[in-house]
T-cell receptor, first 114, second 115 residues
């Protein structure tokens, strides 16, 4: 079945460091890909998405490119801030005869130190 | 607040009791999803509902768990005869269209603790 694998956390960085969180997927067909972010004590929020191969999603300085050849959707940010500390989830759309749902990876915790 | 509303935010139950978790989707949304987040794990899909219909329950445990989304009122996730392994955060999400094409909006979750 469809699945998403993320790099394990926690990831600890200093402020202004470069961030990469790896995400690879297994899917039949051509799913849409998403990054969601969960701040402490809150629900998930959509960060960015890409709906087809070679699309780049971007938001708040984060970006990720849909790479069909490597089945990846790695999240990057050039300069992280303390306020970026959160758990980041990669997800793909899972379409079947019953409609659609999102399949999430296990999440990667990011901690940014001043 | 026009967001997804879940209640209760925290619920404590003893083994064998029932837990009822409620979710009011965003205004105008007719697609509701329930996910479970176990400690140190990611989000696991449980069930997808539209008004009065269960669309996909492939992630629901076969026993003790049920969900509904009536024509009027919130969606309910019901867990009967809770066990310690049911302790988790349960998140509800809603969308205007199917999740594959649109954005999922999540509630803040209901955290169930089973003693």
């Amino acid at each position: 079945g469809n699945s998403v694998t993320q790099m394990e956390g926690p990831v600890t960085l200093s402020e202004e460091a470069f961030l990469t969180i790896n995400c690879t997927y297994t899917a039949t067909g051509y799913p849409s890909l998403f990054w969601y972010v969960q701040y402490p004590g809150e629900g998930l929020q959509l960060l960015l998405k890409a709906t087809k191969a070679d699309d780049k999603g971007s938001n708040k300085g984060f970006e990720a490119t849909y790479r069909k050849e490597t089945t990846s959707f790695h999240l990057e940010k050039g300069s992280v801030q303390v306020s970026d500390s959160a758990v980041y989830f990669c997800a793909l759309s899972d379409m079947n005869n019953q409609g659609g749902k999102l399949i999430f990876g296990q999440g990667t915790e990011l901690s940014v130190k001043p | 607040n026009a967001g997804v509303m879940q209640n209760p935010r925290h619920l404590v139950r003893r083994r064998g009791q029932e837990a009822r978790l409620r979710c009011s989707p965003m205004k105008g949304h007719s697609h509701v999803y329930w996910y479970r987040q176990l400690p140190e794990e990611g989000l696991k899909f449980m069930v997808y509902l539209q008004k009065e219909n269960i669309i996909d329950e492939s992630g629901m445990p076969k026993e003790r768990f049920s969900a509904e989304f009536p024509k009027e009122g919130p969606s309910i996730l019901r867990i009967q005869q809770v066990v310690r392994g049911d302790s988790a955060a349960y998140f509800c999400a809603s969308s205007l269209n199917s999740a594959a094409t649109g954005e999922l909006f999540f509630g803040e979750g209901s955290r169930l603790t089973v003693l």
